[in-house]
């Protein structure tokens, strides 16, 4: 009755647990041919690549299908360094100035962080010099010497807030937008309300540091209350880059080739009686992509395809740049190849593994600046010269910032802070080389343009042309949004 | 935080509560079906009466009588045994099964299978799962360490006992939310309330205040949802735009549960009976005794020891001034209400000699309930009056010379002095002292002469250095309102702070001495206190509830947390302490229940470590064989001693659950916002729904708790409410074809899907409350319906009128669910445990996945091959780590509530289909399984593994492409015969026949 080829592509059940749009999703249930949904998928425009079979059946619909967005967008794809643990702001981008000389000395400010609320602390004076770079003549400490030299492509935000100064919840704003567990990730949204344009590799990738996962593991990457289609793959640097990807040890290629064209017998011979039910077509689909799929992901982390200036330029030459290099050039692979959004983490496990310097701070952001300078300033010039940047938005952050003074009574270790820090965003029309919001002299909160981690998505969302205040998903009787029931604006000073 | 049990008194009398009452302004809201009562609907014509099995049917063809559809032909007898199977226990049919079935001609054969399979315990497995999938189950609390929730399981385990027992629900819903408020509490009902407790948990959020309004939130949404099919999500903030439910009427229902105490790491409820607390209790018993006997021994070895080296001991520095000699003890164990006159009358349990010559606890060989007498001589330098003090918790009484000197006989003890004259020289003493069962004990006795007030001389190894306030109230500064954060420090100005005596609290809180009431969520104390000398060894007499710091001097000398219920003795590493003035401070905080503050400072003088003279005197003991076999057996019974002490008999009857903390008042939060208090409101039920539903008059008067709960409770689970029972049929319904009469099952408002056959859900919600609640013999009525035995065949004219198949004129195909998938492989490979119940298991799971977490040494367990192959309801669900087979065949989002499931079809699944370790292992056994028991031709093995996956007869064409496909491999890529069955058991459950459903 229907044309398979017509269908083609990997589809899905009708039954989002959610319910994308309470007209007719709100909980269907589990009826193969109760996906009538196209025609009130349309209502909001950007389902309208959705299939609708011939002879009122009514096929599949793949999650991940391309999708219009709302709007003639300005990035194509996203590239999220996430430093999980928070990076110190004042010791890398925001530059205080009145702090130096200031060293063990007593203050009177007001901080909130895991040890707690406190009103006053001894000043840990920044541990590195500032200089200035750049045509822009922007700020960067001596922790980023590669990163400085990119400052003109780079737009500063020096003045976020967010929800929380503990890690389990803030991790969880950053990465979805709410302090709460089981929200979709903004990936998640990213892949919900664009889908993905290469179907041989998933939409949304994230590559984790060697120690481990951050904490709370995959809630960081959940899809939440959307369908599992839509959370993050976790993509290895090295080896096999998707779990299952290899066949058994025993099995090549040629022996798999004749099991899937005998399951395709099979399968085929089972459809015969069922054709009205796309669930089934869609499946045995999903085996020829799932074949594809094993030869297209290794070639796009087989970084020996590169030329070795390119390797030299992310770090791949050296021990201590190497890992955080390989994950950064595999970032730019992905994103050549049609993965919409892209997170990568430096830091894992537990305290000095990441950037949460609550004991030595020098050692710990010497560390980790180290270990990342200079492939996160290769990605940057490498999307640059080959003419990717534009499209492609590049983000640099943490869950949040640090205080001004010591968490404790000896040391330079300092505690979370979220009432003030810095992120990073350049590429996918962004301005470049300006830097906009203020924390105060010492740098323990924003004061002048405070921005919420809610800004920072909206700016996400609308650079990929979607509405951060209309891409809703209903679920427990409401219109949820990724900002947030009150909405959000995206951030107009730094958007060309 | 702990409240008194009290007796749980009941107030409910339901013929009270049933008081109908009506208020005009929301009758138009009212009249939405929803809303209405419950009717017994007619029967409406039908044409075709042979096709009619029970009226469900006469419902369905009605509907596709007008619609002038035909209904779908009858499903085969294989299709139907596979349906049966999958949608009653979630598991495929044994070939033999399908045979004997296909081949009986009994005509009630369908109807045994069925109630063969609702009798079969393998049916609360899979229907106990639909239920955790509503109720957001998961035993992790999620966000930084995603702490196991103790015992969640045994939730888990009554749930899928109740469906096997066919417990009636209303019973189900009134034990889950009011388990621990029934007339009847067992610990069935008690673990029942552990649905309180499966959402998710920040234990450090940012926001305290609104972390308790987002689990009351969680409840509410997750009861209304899944009981009452009302979505409650928007009220929070503001009316519902769509249903008649407003702003108060959330706050109102949300009264219900405030009373819930917060959840914490040790939420946890003992349930178990008296004969395994007896038991637990012995085992405990004899393993203590083991401990005290060996302490008792080593007592006594030190002393021993302390004589024999007592030459050098007179040497040693620090040495301490006695002006006791020749001091015994024995010692007694027993349960006293006060002193005991005649301890001369009682059996000691040990007795022996102390070196040291100062009264003293350490031949202690325990800390509770018992009794020493101390008998030897004073030396008196000089004819004098003397007067004796006294400081004990617990009783004591002194004698010198023959004479009673003082008596404090009360179990609490306290401060106690007594004068006498005596004559100088060696005069007889005895010391008699006892503690109670809750009390730690402590000792101190000190003297002085007339001549010399205020010099004292320590008599005990233990002196007080600032009273706590159980026999005396000692004076604080205190203060309720946040103070600057150097509040502790030595020179804080407290002088605007208050005055009070302690201790600090309420007056219900146990074992407490309450002088000053404090009643606010956090108090800051501080005290100066003088010293003339600094002790070695210093601790604290505390009482606390909830979490306390200790500052002395500005230094932190000891943060708990938690709660205690009777004073305790703290030792102090660094005491902080100083010569002249010194500053205690303290700050207490409190969540819920009883609270309480009170501190006290003593210290233990310096007793010559008999370790630090075995060392000084190693040479001494080296050149004498018989002491070194001493100290030898000393350090022996030391370490076995510690050895004794180490880990605890284990007790496991503990249950995840609920308790109330009083009664709190409730306020409409504006916007949702904590900070926000609007009125105040009362427990009550959804306006719109008083009308239609049984209306509950709230016997609820201030300060009256344990009732809340109870009343939702029955108003819910009331024959009369209109909600409850279509909500649960529709669930039913909704598991057998796919999607209930009510697509949106967790919203039957209007921002739902309305009913598609409104007359069927009142019909099947009326039988259902007709048949006491009770859910097995439901699903027999629907699964003897015509309407269910239909084949799943598509008819081009129905697909062209009908294509969602809303009328059900033909059965919903489906995929199997996550749960349902990794079973049947198991079952197909023969490695399927069905074993019931227990703690949860950890099949393996790849490295590359465990290193998602942020430990991924610790994030899993390992559980040996028979438990890690037990149904995947019992795989441990861990909030920041899932399954990955489990997850990518769309497993319930544990968060929120998921009343229906995603279905998704990823090529990523036929990757772990494909190459996913579990898969291929388990195809490596049903290979071994084909081999041993499908005979020895290849046509034959075939056979055998094609019946158990298709669960039917294969055709010869299959057996001929499977035969090719093994042939073909042997031959071209001369692979074994075992490695080419090996693929072929892989091809076998990768069939989309194996993973759907007709």
């Given at each position: 009755?229907?044309?398979?080829?017509?269908?083609?592509?990997?589809?899905?059940?009708?039954?989002?647990?959610?319910?994308?749009?309470?007209?007719?999703?709100?909980?269907?249930?589990?009826?193969?041919?109760?996906?009538?949904?196209?025609?009130?998928?349309?209502?909001?425009?950007f389902?309208?690549?959705?299939?609708?079979?011939?002879?009122?059946?009514?096929?599949?619909?793949?999650?991940?299908?391309?999708?219009?967005?709302?709007?003639?967008?300005?990035?194509?794809?996203?590239?999220?360094?996430?430093?999980?643990?928070?990076?110190?702001?004042?010791?890398?981008?925001?530059?205080?100035?009145?702090?130096?000389?200031?060293?063990?000395?007593?203050?009177k400010?007001?901080?909130?962080?895991?040890?707690?609320?406190k009103?006053?602390?001894?000043?840990?004076?920044?541990?590195?010099?500032?200089?200035?770079?750049?045509?822009?003549?922007?700020?960067?400490?001596?922790?980023?010497?590669?990163?400085?030299?990119?400052?003109?492509d780079?737009?500063?935000?020096?003045?976020?807030?967010?929800?929380?100064?503990?890690?389990?919840?803030?991790?969880?704003?950053?990465?979805?937008?709410?302090?709460?567990?089981?929200?979709?990730?903004?990936?998640?949204?990213?892949n919900?309300?664009?889908?993905?344009?290469?179907?041989?590799?998933?939409?949304?990738?994230?590559?984790?540091?060697?120690?481990?996962?951050?904490?709370?593991?995959?809630?960081?990457?959940?899809?939440?209350?959307?369908?599992?289609?839509?959370?993050?793959?976790?993509?290895?640097?090295?080896?096999?880059?998707?779990?299952?990807?290899?066949?058994?040890?025993?099995?090549?290629?040629?022996?798999?080739?004749?099991?899937?064209?005998?399951?395709?017998?099979?399968?085929?011979g089972?459809?015969?009686?069922?054709?009205?039910n796309?669930a089934?077509?869609?499946?045995?689909?999903?085996?020829?992509?799932?074949?594809?799929?094993?030869?297209?992901?290794?070639?796009?982390?087989?970084?020996?395809?590169?030329?070795?200036?390119?390797?030299?330029?992310?770090?791949?030459?050296?021990?201590?740049?190497?890992?955080?290099?390989?994950?950064?050039?595999?970032?730019?692979?992905?994103?050549?190849?049609?993965?919409?959004?892209?997170?990568?983490?430096?830091?894992?496990?537990?305290?000095d593994?990441?950037?949460?310097?609550?004991?030595?701070?020098?050692?710990?952001?010497?560390?980790?600046?180290?270990?990342?300078?200079?492939?996160?300033?290769g990605?940057?010039?490498?999307?640059?010269?080959?003419?990717m940047?534009?499209?492609?938005?590049?983000?640099?952050?943490?869950?949040?910032?640090?205080q001004?003074?010591?968490?404790?009574?000896?040391?330079?270790?300092?505690?979370?802070?979220?009432?003030?820090?810095?992120?990073?965003?350049?590429?996918?029309?962004?301005?470049?080389?300006?830097?906009?919001?203020?924390?105060?002299?010492?740098?323990?909160?924003?004061?002048?343009?405070?921005?919420?981690?809610?800004?920072?998505?909206?700016?996400?969302?609308?650079?990929?042309?979607?509405?951060?205040?209309?891409?809703?998903?209903?679920?427990?009787?409401?219109?949820?949004?990724?900002?947030?029931?009150?909405?959000?604006k995206?951030?107009?000073?730094?958007i060309? | 935080?702990?409240?008194?049990?009290?007796?749980?008194?009941?107030?409910?009398?339901?013929?009270?509560?049933?008081?109908?009452?009506?208020?005009?302004?929301?009758?138009?809201?009212?009249?939405?079906?929803?809303?209405?009562?419950?009717?017994?609907?007619?029967?409406?014509?039908?044409?075709?009466?042979?096709?009619?099995?029970?009226?469900i049917d006469?419902?369905?063809?009605?509907?596709?009588?007008?619609?002038?559809?035909?209904?779908a032909?009858?499903?085969?007898k294989?299709?139907?045994?596979?349906?049966?199977?999958?949608?009653?226990?979630?598991?495929?049919p044994?070939?033999?099964?399908?045979?004997?079935?296909?081949?009986?001609?009994?005509?009630?054969?369908?109807?045994?299978?069925?109630?063969?399979?609702?009798?079969?315990?393998?049916?609360?497995?899979?229907?106990?799962r639909?239920w955790?999938?509503?109720?957001r189950y998961?035993?992790?609390?999620?966000?930084?360490?995603?702490?196991?929730?103790?015992?969640?399981?045994?939730?888990?385990?009554?749930?899928?006992?109740?469906?096997?027992?066919?417990?009636?629900?209303?019973?189900?819903?009134?034990?889950?939310?009011?388990?621990?408020?029934?007339?009847?509490?067992?610990?069935?009902?008690?673990?029942?309330?552990?649905?309180?407790?499966?959402?998710?948990?920040?234990?450090?959020?940012?926001?305290r205040?609104?972390?308790?309004?987002?689990?009351?939130?969680?409840?509410?949404?997750?009861?209304g949802?899944?009981?009452?099919?009302?979505?409650?999500?928007?009220?929070?903030?503001?009316?519902?735009?769509?249903?008649?439910?407003s702003?108060?009427?959330?706050?109102?229902?949300?009264?219900?549960?405030?009373?819930?105490?917060?959840?914490?790491?040790?939420?946890?409820?003992?349930?178990?009976?008296?004969?395994?607390?007896?038991?637990?209790?012995?085992?405990?018993?004899?393993?203590?005794?083991?401990?005290e006997?060996?302490?008792?021994?080593?007592?006594?070895?030190?002393?021993?020891?302390?004589?024999?080296?007592?030459?050098?001991?007179?040497?040693?520095?620090?040495?301490?001034?006695?002006?006791?000699?020749?001091?015994?003890?024995?010692?007694y164990?027993?349960?006293?209400?006060?002193?005991?006159?005649?301890?001369?009358?009682?059996?000691?349990?040990?007795?022996?000699?102390?070196?040291?010559?100062?009264?003293?606890?350490?031949?202690?060989?325990?800390?509770?309930?018992?009794?020493?007498?101390?008998?030897?001589?004073?030396?008196?330098?000089?004819?004098?009056?003397?007067t004796?003090?006294?400081?004990?918790?617990?009783?004591?009484?002194?004698?010198?010379?023959?004479?009673?000197?003082?008596?404090?006989?009360?179990?609490?003890g306290?401060?106690?002095?007594?004068?006498?004259?005596?004559?100088?020289?060696?005069?007889?003493?005895?010391l008699?002292?006892?503690?109670?069962?809750?009390?730690?004990?402590?000792?101190?006795?000190?003297?002085?002469?007339?001549?010399?007030?205020?010099?004292?001389?320590?008599?005990?190894?233990?002196?007080?250095?600032?009273?706590?306030?159980?026999s005396?109230?000692?004076?604080?500064?205190?203060?309720?309102?946040?103070?600057?954060?150097?509040?502790?420090?030595?020179?804080?100005?407290?002088s605007?702070?208050?005055?009070?005596?302690?201790?600090?609290?309420?007056?219900?809180?146990?074992?407490?001495?309450?002088?000053?009431?404090?009643?606010?969520?956090?108090?800051?104390?501080?005290?100066?206190?003088?010293?003339?000398?600094?002790?070695?060894?210093?601790g604290?007499?505390?009482?606390?509830?909830?979490?306390?710091?200790?500052?002395?001097n500005?230094?932190?000398?000891?943060?708990?947390?938690?709660?205690?219920?009777?004073?305790?003795?703290?030792?102090?590493?660094?005491?902080?302490?100083?010569?002249?003035?010194?500053?205690?401070?303290?700050?207490?905080?409190?969540?819920?229940?009883?609270?309480?503050?009170?501190?006290?400072?003593?210290?233990?003088?310096?007793?010559?470590?008999?370790?630090?003279?075995?060392?000084?005197?190693?040479?001494?003991?080296?050149?004498?064989?018989?002491?070194?076999?001493?100290?030898?057996?000393?350090?022996?019974?030391?370490?076995?001693?510690?050895?004794?002490?180490?880990?605890?008999?284990?007790?496991?009857?503990?249950?995840?659950?609920?308790?109330?903390?009083?009664?709190?008042?409730?306020?409409?939060?504006?916007?949702?916002?904590?900070?926000?208090?609007?009125?105040?409101?009362?427990?009550?039920?959804?306006?719109?729904?008083?009308?239609?539903?049984?209306?509950?008059?709230?016997?609820l008067?201030?300060?009256?708790?344990?009732?809340?709960?109870?009343?939702?409770?029955?108003?819910?689970?009331?024959?009369?409410?209109?909600?409850?029972?279509?909500?649960?049929?529709?669930?039913?319904?909704?598991?057998?074809?796919?999607?209930?009469?009510?697509?949106?099952?967790?919203?039957?408002?209007?921002?739902?899907?309305?009913?598609?056959?409104?007359?069927?859900?009142?019909?099947?919600?009326?039988?259902?409350?007709?048949?006491?609640?009770?859910?097995?013999?439901?699903?027999?009525?629907?699964?003897?319906?015509?309407?269910?035995?239909?084949?799943?065949?598509?008819n081009?004219?129905?697909?062209?009128?009908?294509?969602?198949?809303?009328?059900?004129?033909?059965?919903?195909?489906?995929?199997?669910?996550?749960?349902?998938?990794?079973?049947?492989?198991?079952?197909?490979?023969?490695?399927?445990?069905?074993?019931l119940?227990?703690?949860?298991?950890?099949?393996?799971?790849p490295?590359?996945?465990?290193?998602?977490?942020?430990?991924?040494?610790?994030?899993?367990?390992?559980?040996?091959?028979?438990?890690?192959?037990?149904?995947?309801?019992?795989?441990?669900?861990?909030?920041?780590?899932?399954?990955?087979?489990?997850?990518?065949?769309?497993?319930?989002?544990?968060?929120?509530?998921?009343?229906?499931?995603?279905?998704?079809?990823?090529?990523?699944?036929?990757?772990?289909?494909?190459?996913?370790?579990?898969?291929?292992?388990?195809?490596?056994?049903?290979?071994?399984?084909?081999?041993?028991?499908?005979?020895?031709?290849?046509?034959?093995?075939?056979?055998?593994?094609?019946?158990?996956?298709?669960?039917?007869?294969?055709?010869?064409?299959?057996?001929?492409?499977?035969?090719?496909?093994?042939?073909?491999?042997?031959?071209?890529?001369?692979?074994s015969?075992?490695?080419?069955l090996?693929?072929?058991?892989?091809?076998?459950?990768?069939?989309?026949?194996?993973?759907f459903?007709?």
């Amino acid at each position: 009755m229907t044309d398979l080829k017509k269908r083609g592509n990997i589809k899905i059940g009708p039954d989002y647990c959610g319910r994308t749009r309470r007209e007719f999703l709100h909980t269907l249930g589990g009826g193969f041919t109760s996906l009538a949904l196209t025609g009130l998928l349309s209502w909001d425009g950007f389902f309208s690549n959705q299939a609708v079979a011939d002879n009122s059946v009514i096929s599949y619909t793949n999650p991940l299908t391309p999708k219009d967005p709302h709007f003639t967008p300005k990035a194509k794809r996203v590239i999220f360094l996430f430093m999980y643990g928070g990076p110190s702001h004042i010791d890398t981008f925001d530059y205080k100035p009145k702090m130096y000389g200031l060293d063990g000395k007593t203050v009177k400010v007001k901080t909130s962080g895991r040890g707690g609320e406190k009103n006053e602390g001894r000043i840990v004076e920044p541990k590195w010099k500032f200089k200035q770079y750049g045509e822009s003549g922007q700020w960067v400490s001596d922790l980023f010497p590669h990163i400085a030299t990119c400052v003109d492509d780079i737009t500063f935000i020096k003045s976020m807030t967010a929800d929380s100064p503990r890690h389990g919840s803030a991790m969880l704003m950053m990465n979805s937008g709410h302090v709460l567990s089981g929200r979709p990730s903004l990936g998640s949204w990213v892949n919900y309300g664009l889908g993905s344009v290469n179907q041989n590799l998933p939409g949304y990738v994230v590559m984790l540091d060697e120690t481990g996962g951050p904490i709370s593991g995959a809630k960081n990457w959940a899809s939440g209350y959307m369908p599992a289609a839509y959370q993050g793959t976790v993509f290895k640097s090295a080896g096999t880059p998707i779990w299952d990807l290899k066949p058994v040890d025993n099995m090549n290629h040629k022996q798999q080739r004749h099991l899937l064209d005998t399951l395709y017998k099979f399968n085929s011979g089972h459809l015969a009686d069922r054709v009205d039910n796309s669930a089934l077509s869609a499946r045995i689909a999903n085996y020829e992509l799932a074949f594809k799929m094993q030869s297209t992901a290794p070639e796009a982390v087989d970084l020996d395809q590169e030329p070795d200036y390119i390797k030299k330029l992310y770090g791949l030459d050296q021990e201590r740049t190497v890992n955080f290099g390989r994950k950064c050039l595999l970032a730019r692979r992905l994103a050549e190849r049609g993965v919409r959004f892209i997170q990568v983490y430096s830091g894992g496990h537990h305290s000095d593994s990441n950037w949460d310097a609550h004991g030595d701070l020098v050692f710990n952001h010497e560390r980790h600046c180290g270990n990342t300078d200079k492939p996160i300033a290769g990605l940057l010039k490498d999307l640059k010269q080959r003419g990717m940047l534009d499209e492609t938005l590049v983000i640099w952050g943490g869950e949040f910032g640090r205080q001004p003074t010591a968490e404790y009574a000896e040391g330079t270790g300092r505690d979370h802070n979220a009432l003030g820090f810095t992120m990073w965003m350049a590429g996918g029309g962004i301005r470049s080389g300006i830097s906009i919001g203020e924390t105060d002299e010492l740098g323990s909160a924003a004061v002048e343009d405070p921005f919420h981690v809610k800004h920072l998505h909206a700016t996400v969302l609308h650079q990929l042309g979607l509405n951060p205040n209309t891409l809703t998903y209903f679920h427990g009787g409401l219109d949820q949004k990724l900002v947030g029931p009150e909405g959000a604006k995206p951030i107009r000073q730094i958007i060309t | 935080m702990r409240i008194r049990k009290s007796q749980i008194a009941v107030f409910l009398t339901i013929s009270l509560l049933l008081i109908c009452l009506a208020t005009p302004m929301l009758w138009a809201e009212a009249a939405y079906w929803a809303y209405q009562p419950v009717t017994v609907p007619d029967l409406p014509p039908v044409k075709n009466q042979e096709w009619i099995k029970n009226p469900i049917d006469t419902f369905i063809l009605n509907r596709l009588e007008e619609g002038g559809l035909l209904p779908a032909t009858p499903a085969t007898k294989s299709t139907l045994i596979r349906r049966a199977y999958y949608d009653l226990i979630g598991l495929p049919p044994l070939p033999q099964e399908v045979t004997s079935f296909v081949n009986d001609a009994d005509p009630m054969a369908y109807s045994k299978l069925l109630d063969r399979l609702l009798d079969s315990e393998q049916y609360g497995v899979k229907w106990g799962r639909h239920w955790l999938d509503l109720v957001r189950y998961a035993e992790t609390n999620g966000y930084e360490r995603d702490g196991d929730k103790a015992y969640a399981w045994r939730y888990r385990d009554y749930v899928i006992d109740a469906f096997n027992k066919d417990k009636p629900y209303d019973q189900f819903i009134r034990e889950q939310l009011a388990g621990d408020l029934l007339d009847e509490i067992t610990p069935e009902t008690i673990v029942a309330t552990g649905y309180y407790r499966l959402g998710i948990w920040d234990d450090e959020p940012a926001d305290r205040q609104l972390a308790r309004y987002d689990y009351l939130d969680d409840i509410v949404s997750t009861t209304g949802q899944v009981m009452l099919g009302i979505s409650m999500g928007c009220v929070r903030c503001h009316d519902h735009k769509a249903d008649p439910i407003s702003i108060k009427d959330y706050y109102s229902f949300l009264a219900f549960f405030n009373d819930i105490t917060p959840h914490s790491n040790d939420s946890l409820v003992d349930i178990g009976t008296i004969s395994q607390k007896q038991e637990y209790q012995i085992k405990v018993n004899q393993k203590k005794m083991a401990g005290e006997k060996l302490q008792d021994q080593i007592f006594k070895m030190e002393e021993v020891l302390r004589t024999q080296l007592r030459g050098s001991i007179s040497q040693m520095s620090d040495r301490l001034d006695t002006d006791l000699v020749d001091l015994t003890y024995r010692f007694y164990r027993d349960t006293w209400d006060q002193l005991p006159n005649n301890f001369d009358q009682l059996r000691q349990e040990a007795e022996g000699q102390i070196v040291s010559n100062q009264f003293t606890l350490r031949p202690a060989s325990r800390t509770k309930a018992i009794g020493l007498v101390f008998e030897g001589k004073l030396h008196v330098p000089a004819n004098d009056d003397y007067t004796f003090y006294i400081n004990s918790i617990g009783g004591s009484r002194l004698w010198v010379d023959g004479q009673k000197v003082t008596e404090l006989v009360q179990a609490k003890g306290g401060f106690h002095q007594g004068s006498v004259t005596l004559m100088a020289g060696y005069l007889p003493v005895r010391l008699e002292y006892f503690n109670q069962d809750e009390d730690f004990p402590s000792l101190q006795v000190y003297w002085s002469s007339s001549g010399e007030k205020g010099e004292r001389r320590y008599l005990s190894d233990a002196f007080t250095i600032l009273p706590d306030s159980r026999s005396t109230g000692q004076s604080w500064f205190y203060t309720f309102e946040l103070p600057t954060e150097d509040w502790m420090k030595v020179d804080f100005d407290d002088s605007n702070w208050e005055t009070g005596v302690g201790g600090f609290g309420t007056h219900d809180t146990p074992g407490t001495f309450v002088r000053t009431v404090w009643n606010t969520p956090k108090i800051w104390l501080r005290k100066t206190f003088k010293l003339d000398h600094i002790p070695a060894q210093v601790g604290l007499h505390l009482h606390h509830d909830e979490d306390v710091q200790v500052f002395i001097n500005g230094k932190r000398v000891t943060n708990r947390r938690g709660y205690l219920t009777s004073y305790r003795t703290v030792d102090l590493k660094e005491s902080a302490l100083k010569i002249g003035e010194n500053v205690i401070a303290v700050n207490c905080m409190q969540t819920g229940g009883g609270q309480y503050i009170d501190v006290g400072i003593f210290a233990n003088l310096m007793v010559a470590d008999l370790d630090e003279l075995l060392k000084k005197h190693k040479r001494q003991v080296e050149a004498s064989p018989d002491l070194q076999a001493q100290v030898d057996l000393y350090r022996k019974l030391k370490k076995d001693r510690d050895d004794s002490r180490k880990g605890k008999i284990p007790y496991s009857h503990m249950a995840l659950a609920v308790e109330d903390i009083g009664s709190s008042q409730t306020y409409i939060l504006r916007r949702g916002n904590p900070r926000l208090q609007g009125n105040p409101v009362e427990p009550e039920i959804p306006s719109v729904l008083r009308y239609s539903a049984p209306r509950l008059k709230l016997p609820l008067e201030k300060n009256q708790n344990k009732v809340k709960r109870r009343i939702v409770a029955e108003w819910i689970a009331n024959s009369e409410n209109p909600m409850t029972a279509r909500v649960m049929v529709n669930r039913i319904w909704q598991h057998h074809f796919g999607y209930g009469i009510v697509k949106s099952s967790n919203d039957f408002g209007k921002l739902g899907t309305q009913p598609t056959h409104l007359k069927l859900l009142d019909w099947l919600a009326h039988e259902f409350v007709n048949n006491q609640w009770r859910i097995k013999s439901l699903h027999k009525t629907i699964m003897m319906s015509n309407t269910y035995q239909m084949s799943a065949e598509a008819n081009e004219a129905a697909l062209v009128v009908d294509p969602l198949n809303n009328l059900f004129w033909r059965f919903n195909m489906r995929r199997l669910t996550a749960e349902e998938i990794r079973d049947s492989v198991l079952s197909v490979s023969g490695n399927l445990s069905r074993k019931l119940g227990g703690p949860s298991v950890f099949p393996e799971l790849p490295e590359e996945v465990l290193a998602t977490s942020s430990q991924p040494t610790r994030v899993w367990g390992k559980s040996p091959p028979e438990e890690a192959n037990r149904r995947s309801v019992y795989i441990k669900v861990k909030r920041s780590l899932l399954v990955p087979i489990l997850n990518q065949f769309d497993m319930a989002n544990t968060d929120s509530t998921c009343a229906v499931r995603f279905m998704t079809m990823v090529p990523t699944q036929s990757l772990t289909m494909l190459n996913g370790k579990f898969i291929n292992q388990q195809a490596v056994t049903f290979s071994e399984r084909i081999r041993q028991r499908g005979g020895t031709d290849l046509s034959t093995q075939i056979q055998f593994g094609l019946r158990l996956v298709l669960s039917r007869q294969p055709s010869t064409e299959e057996i001929t492409w499977a035969t090719e496909f093994v042939e073909k491999l042997m031959k071209t890529e001369q692979i074994s015969k075992k490695v080419a069955l090996d693929r072929f058991a892989l091809l076998a459950l990768n069939l989309n026949e194996f993973i759907f459903l007709d």
